[in-house]
């Protein structure tokens, strides 16, 4: 765009000792100088690289210079290439008309910014076409650049057919348009521009902005859609190098820029934005570079291995409560925000351009409807304005009242008005962030019933927000480093709120229908939108991000204007915004201790409202796919189960009542098969009926009927359980030590990750076992063959017909990137959480034997396992065991418990994994 100074070029590529060196092979070699003059090239271009990739490690942050110097780097060989193949090669000494080239560079190469492993991107320009010494000449060069190792892309035309196809094609257009002469005829080249400018250009300004936007949109719902994905595309991404480039493309077609920084003279830019422009591009430039140097080709997209190389090599450091990784990639949002900022301001005054062009031709030339005026704002066209340009410094105030106007009118803001909110952001300070007026306007914006999740957005991208609540500031692009967390947390945050609006209005109401109708019953919506703001506020501070949170949360409520009850209870949805998924998700809610301790916790019904939709909206935030129907399912049994004792202070039933209770659901399920309860109920204890699902416990007892009857050893059912979205499958086979690690394994050989496990005994000796199990996707298995698969699997693994250790450990890991990670193996015990079971929670690496080697040690340990649980976060899974010794006893502190633990995190570690992967 703007080429930069490139200091000690001779150092990366001194042409003239190049050409010399070119020319004595030539006259030494003659006719067979070709291979002599490609090793000197070879020697050449890898000597500057050296010399740029050294600049880069001294100078890290300097995209620019790099980029440019490498773009210096190609044009210094394009140039010697074409003059020893013009005089040594093919040599013309009185050309023809028709025996004109020129070389032009486009694409990257044509803007000067090129990474170390960038195509390399030439258009030939002919006189004539097929004329044969100009395609001897280009064939001729194209072969010496691609012995070099170079990926060119090339295009030869005279310029009748390129203005042709610049026309039908924006590829092309493109192209053209940012075309850089390097070497040749350079009255050709001349031409062409006239040519281009005078027959593409004029006239269909407004088709290119137009198809450039499409392009742009495309683009972006391919790569996410999000500026904020945390292994974001640097080229093609949102708020990306694209990004930038699309803004210099619609500026030089419509008013003929030949720089970026002839944007500020056209009045497309201010001064300081144009500043940002480069530090941004400049940033997003070196990024790329070291991205291409670490991999050694084209990579453009920051994954979470290459993350921790380049903030390494950009020198960023551990601070407290934050990783390297974490300040580098929070340091990368904060460009792509202010690319994305940049990007809608200039696009909303292009519009605005053409638009008043277009204005002051045909009838109506020189009529200007009348705006309407709203609390002083002028309002036109959809969008709102300030007035005039000292508006806010005037009032202050009128930062936070220009959003909630623009939420509540449903309004656009104008752009211009977007750089003056931006410019002036900074006189938010004290007093105004304790004004009793901006406070509620902040509060009537939060609780917006239209879309406070744009308008916040747009707050956001200003930097109003940050100011306003300078804790959210402080979370501003902060990422967190894993794989479960799609988004920022300011954007996950804005997403939560709006989640919550939809929810509000039921346009979620078949994901949500619990959320929907509690929304309309809890007793301030004000607390629901303030805790979703700040159940994540007080993330990368070091400590626990609940705590410190629930601290900040007494601080800010009042200040917003809630009452001492509301900031209370902002509070504790804080403090506990993560107790419902993780007790929903981790432990067993068939477990009377479960339900109980759940709802000392909670203590009101109230409370329990606001936190199942807290955790809907914070759950279904993070990303795409996390929420999902067996999430779902887990958290209503939670909340109904809790909301029946908070109600009745007791459980509706007691044990006796209850098992009766189920047996009769179940014989009412069963119809005309309704006794079998009779027949087969009293072989399984009340621990079976209370803890399965009536639907399930009738299928289990049609099956167990069946493989009696038939006499099987071992019946393997499986079937397509759509109310949780997973695989009910149900083992029953000759109860035997070490059956449930053995069902594991062969379901996880057959590609199955269990989610859930109940392990039952009939009196007669019978295992009856279910498992929940969907595949890597987290979907069901449905297809025929795929249950098929399962039910092989699980019998080859109880008959011993596979080794299932090996095989296992040859399966690759669920996240291929996951080994960017550090995972420690973890181990907890609790004695507390359930009455009759010791509960183990096991936080590990996820991969696809975990549970099986898990269930292994527990049983090698003997000890008996009577439901499992398996949560997965991204790279990292928590399986969770309620089990008891061979007594049936509770496992108590001590020496065995050591053992255990020590035998667990072997079991769950990476050096297992490794030692397995060997054998």
């Not at 030939?124 to 100009?134: D, I, K, Q, S, T």
């Not at 909206?617 to 189960?641: F, M």
Request: glycine share 8%.
């Amino acid at each position: 765009m703007t080429t930069p100074a490139i200091p000690n070029q001779r150092k990366i590529f001194d042409r003239r000792e190049i050409a010399s060196r070119i020319e004595a092979l030539a006259q030494a070699h003659g006719d067979k100088s070709r291979q002599p003059v490609v090793d000197l090239l070879k020697q050449a271009l890898e000597g500057g690289r050296r010399e740029l990739e050294g600049r880069l490690e001294a100078q890290p942050s300097a995209g620019h210079a790099i980029a440019g110097g490498y773009s210096f780097l190609i044009d210094q060989l394009v140039r010697v290439i074409h003059e020893y193949v013009t005089q040594h090669t093919y040599p013309a000494p009185n050309r023809s008309a028709g025996e004109r080239l020129a070389i032009m560079a486009v694409g990257g190469y044509g803007r000067s910014e090129m990474a170390p492993h960038s195509d390399v991107d030439i258009a030939f320009l002919v006189g004539e076409r097929r004329n044969a010494w100009c395609e001897q000449v280009v064939e001729a060069m194209l072969y010496i650049l691609w012995d070099l190792g170079l990926k060119v892309g090339h295009s030869t035309r005279t310029i009748d057919e390129a203005i042709r196809l610049a026309k039908e094609d924006l590829t092309i257009r493109t192209a053209l348009l940012e075309g850089r002469y390097v070497w040749g005829d350079r009255d050709l080249y001349a031409e062409g521009g006239r040519r281009y400018t005078s027959d593409v250009v004029r006239g269909n300004e407004r088709a290119f902005l137009a198809q450039k936007l499409d392009e742009r949109n495309a683009r972006h719902k391919r790569m996410g859609d999000s500026r904020y994905v945390v292994e974001p595309n640097v080229k093609d991404g949102k708020g990306g190098l694209r990004d930038l480039q699309t803004l210099y493309w619609i500026g030089k077609f419509i008013h003929r820029v030949s720089s970026a920084s002839e944007l500020v003279d056209v009045g497309l830019m201010t001064r300081n934005e144009y500043r940002s422009f480069r530090r941004a591009e400049r940033f997003l430039l070196a990024v790329r570079s070291h991205m291409h140097i670490i991999t050694g080709r084209a990579e453009d997209r920051l994954t979470f291995d290459l993350q921790r190389q380049v903030a390494t090599r950009m020198n960023f450091a551990d601070r407290p409560g934050q990783r390297a990784v974490e300040r580098f990639m929070q340091f990368y949002f904060l460009q792509a925000k202010r690319v994305g900022s940049l990007t809608g301001v200039f696009l909303a005054h292009i519009e605005d351009d053409l638009a008043q062009r277009s204005a002051r031709r045909g009838f109506f030339a020189g009529f200007k409807p009348k705006p309407r005026m709203v609390k002083g704002y002028r309002v036109f066209g959809g969008r709102i304005a300030a007035p005039s340009d000292d508006w806010f410094a005037k009032d202050p105030v009128r930062l936070i009242e220009l959003f909630q106007l623009a939420e509540a009118e449903q309004l656009e803001i104008h752009p211009e008005t977007m750089r003056q909110a931006g410019r002036d952001a900074k006189l938010i300070d004290a007093a105004i962030r304790e004004d009793a007026r901006a406070n509620a306007l902040f509060l009537d914006l939060l609780c917006g019933r239209n879309d406070p999740e744009m308008v916040l957005r747009w707050m956001n991208e200003t930097g109003v927000f940050g100011r306003f609540v300078p804790d959210f500031g402080k979370v501003n692009a902060q990422m967190q480093f894993d794989m479960y967390h799609h988004y920022t947390v300011d954007e996950h945050t804005i997403r939560a709120i709006g989640l919550l609006n939809q929810i509000e209005k039921g346009e979620l109401k078949q994901d949500h229908p619990r959320a929907t109708r509690l929304i309309h019953k809890v007793n301030s919506r004000r607390v629901a939108y303030v805790a979703a703001l700040l159940h994540d506020i007080a993330k990368g501070r070091g400590g626990d991000h609940s705590e410190l949170g629930a601290e900040i949360a007494e601080e800010l409520c009042p200040r917003f204007g809630l009452s001492d009850g509301e900031t209370e209870l902002v509070a504790w949805l804080v403090l506990n915004h993560l107790l419902m998924s993780h007790t929903a998700q981790k432990r067993d809610l068939t477990d009377p201790k479960t339900i109980e301790d759940y709802v000392g916790q909670v203590q009101s019904i109230e409370r329990l409202r606001h936190l199942a939709i807290l955790t809907a909206v914070d759950i279904r935030a993070v990303g795409p796919g996390t929420w999902n129907s067996w999430k779902g399912q887990l958290l209503g049994e939670l909340y109904d189960a809790s909301a029946e004792r908070l109600r009745l202070g007791h459980m509706r039933h007691g044990r006796k009542e209850k098992v009766a209770a189920r047996k009769a659901e179940v014989a009412q399920l069963l119809g005309d098969k309704a006794a079998l309860v009779e027949e087969h109920g009293n072989s399984f204890g009340d621990a079976y009926w209370i803890a399965e699902p009536v639907d399930i416990a009738a299928l289990n007892l049609v099956h167990y009927d069946a493989a009696r009857k038939m006499q099987h050893e071992l019946s393997v059912h499986c079937e397509y359980y759509e109310a949780r979205g997973a695989t009910l499958v149900t083992v029953i086979a000759a109860d035997h030590p070490g059956l449930f690690y053995r069902i594991a394994g062969g379901i996880h050989l057959a590609g199955g990750n269990i989610i859930d496990a109940r392990i039952h005994t009939s009196r007669t000796g019978w295992a009856m076992d279910n498992f929940l199990v969907q595949d890597p996707h987290c979907a069901p298995f449905r297809e025929e063959q795929q249950l098929d698969r399962l039910k092989k699997s699980i019998a080859d693994a109880l008959a011993n017909r596979i080794d299932l250790m090996p095989k296992l450990a040859q399966r690759p890991l669920p996240h291929s990137r996951s080994k960017a990670f550090d995972v420690s193996p973890r181990v907890l015990f609790d004695n507390k959480a359930s009455n009759r079971f010791t509960v183990i929670e096991v936080n590990a690496r996820d991969r696809p034997a975990l549970l099986n080697r898990l269930a292994r040690v527990l049983f090698e340990q003997r000890l008996v396992v009577h439901s499992a649980h398996v949560t997965n976060y991204g790279e990292r899974a928590a399986d969770t065991f309620y089990v008891t010794d061979l007594t049936g006893d509770k496992l108590a502190e001590g020496e065995r418990q050591n053992r255990l633990e020590a035998r667990l995190v072997e079991a769950a570690g990476d050096a297992m994994q490794a030692r397995l992967e060997e054998a």
